[in-house]
């Protein structure tokens, strides 16, 4: 199982996951991104990223919200295809 980035992410961009994250496998482009993605690949699910978000954006991946079922897809696709995963951000307003 991994983690998974979900909305409130978006335009947030805090980092404090980046900083407890053992594994260093939280990641983004400056300049590129408006969110933060978590490599499913790399993640071992050890949970340190969840409490450090301060907007509540991370969750397991057999958690994340209905609403925001496609952030599995998106947190995926980022390390396959960057472009693709911020055309599929971009179509999402955060929320208010």
Not at 7 to 12: A, N, R, S, V
Request: negative net charge; charged residues 25%.
């Amino acid at each position: 199982m991994t983690y998974v980035i979900t909305e409130p992410c978006i335009g947030t961009m805090d980092k404090s996951c980046v900083d407890v994250c053992p594994v260093d496998c939280i990641h983004f482009e400056e300049g590129s991104d408006r969110m933060l993605y978590i490599n499913p690949e790399e993640c071992i699910d050890c949970g340190a990223c969840e409490p450090a978000c301060p907007v509540t954006a991370i969750y397991p991946e057999d958690a994340v919200p209905e609403a925001s079922e496609i952030f599995k897809v998106i947190n995926a696709k980022w390390y396959e295809d960057p472009e693709a995963a911020r055309a599929m951000v971009n179509q999402i307003k955060p929320a208010s």
